[in-house]
């Protein structure tokens, strides 16, 4: 059996489809849909089908749950007091069923436009690669090329930019090359980064500080953590030297 999960006005509405094609919609979740405040006992006063069950992932572990021919979804439709109970009828039997039966699965029709999700997207893409330490410009190209892979939209071509120059690229240095220009060490010129306010120690790792916005980067070193997730080197422009000598 196959599970589709799809939704109506906000809810999920979980649907299996067997071997044979037949459609079963979870009894439950119809009952919430159609507003029914106690399901079990709606199930049992207006679905006279014969009682099937089918076993489900749940947040409590895998359980068996009641599931529905399509007419007693129809039984449970027409008892409901719900406003909404004729939109929910006209979505099952003109719109969900007739597309499973022809797909093998639920296709929205567009009800969430992917260049909707393509701009819900493009802000958290963009914090994500300034945190990074890229330029806003930089920052803006990356996320769209980003959002672009994940969703086919082109944010910004959508909002008629063909292209974005990226900022001056000022050069970074690790703590070991800028502490040199000064005659310290790398160790010593984090501890004057961490004195200046401008990084503090997380765990085993330097990491920036509000403070230090707009004169550090991210670099990618192409190697990986026991986790899988890359390994950054934080690397500084080297006009913060100017902010370690006015806090000293």
């Given at each position: 059996?196959?599970l589709?999960?799809?939704?109506?006005d906000?809810?999920?509405i979980?649907?299996?489809?067997?071997?044979?094609?037949?459609?079963?919609?979870?009894?439950?979740?119809?009952?919430?849909?159609?507003?029914?405040?106690?399901?079990?006992?709606?199930?049992?006063?207006?679905?006279?089908?014969?009682?099937?069950?089918?076993?489900?992932?749940?947040a409590?572990?895998?359980?068996?749950?009641?599931v529905?021919?399509?007419?007693?979804?129809?039984?449970?439709?027409?008892?409901?007091?719900?406003?909404?109970?004729?939109?929910?009828?006209?979505?099952v039997?003109?719109?969900?069923?007739?597309?499973?039966?022809?797909?093998?699965?639920?296709?929205?029709?567009?009800?969430?436009?992917?260049?909707?999700?393509?701009?819900?997207?493009?802000?958290?893409?963009?914090?994500?690669?300034?945190?990074?330490?890229?330029?806003?410009?930089?920052?803006?190209?990356?996320?769209?090329?980003?959002?672009?892979?994940?969703?086919?939209?082109?944010?910004?071509?959508?909002?008629?930019?063909?292209?974005?120059?990226?900022e001056?690229?000022?050069?970074?240095?690790?703590?070991?090359?800028?502490?040199?220009?000064i005659?310290?060490?790398?160790?010593?010129?984090?501890?004057?980064?961490?004195?200046?306010?401008?990084?503090?120690?997380?765990?085993?790792?330097?990491?920036?500080?509000p403070?230090?916005?707009?004169?550090?980067?991210?670099?990618?070193?192409?190697?990986?953590?026991?986790?899988?997730?890359?390994?950054?080197q934080?690397?500084?422009?080297?006009?913060?030297?100017?902010?370690?000598?006015?806090?000293?």
């Amino acid at each position: 059996m196959q599970l589709v999960p799809f939704e109506f006005d906000g809810r999920s509405i979980r649907v299996i489809t067997d071997a044979q094609g037949e459609v079963w919609f979870v009894g439950k979740d119809v009952c919430q849909a159609l507003g029914y405040a106690d399901h079990a006992n709606a199930l049992k006063q207006h679905c006279k089908g014969v009682a099937k069950r089918h076993p489900l992932q749940t947040a409590g572990g895998v359980q068996e749950v009641r599931v529905l021919a399509e007419p007693d979804v129809l039984r449970l439709i027409v008892s409901s007091s719900l406003p909404a109970a004729e939109a929910f009828e006209h979505w099952v039997f003109e719109d969900v069923l007739p597309s499973i039966r022809k797909t093998g699965g639920y296709v929205v029709a567009m009800t969430a436009k992917p260049e909707l999700e393509a701009f819900k997207l493009i802000p958290v893409a963009v914090r994500a690669a300034r945190a990074l330490g890229l330029d806003r410009n930089a920052a803006a190209i990356s996320a769209n090329q980003a959002v672009n892979r994940l969703t086919g939209m082109n944010v910004m071509q959508l909002l008629g930019h063909t292209h974005l120059e990226a900022e001056q690229q000022m050069p970074f240095f690790t703590p070991t090359q800028l502490g040199e220009r000064i005659g310290i060490s790398g160790r010593k010129l984090n501890l004057l980064l961490a004195e200046a306010g401008l990084q503090a120690k997380q765990g085993d790792d330097w990491s920036p500080l509000p403070a230090a916005e707009g004169f550090f980067r991210f670099f990618d070193t192409s190697k990986r953590h026991g986790s899988g997730a890359p390994v950054l080197q934080l690397k500084w422009a080297e006009h913060v030297l100017d902010l370690i000598e006015q806090a000293a």
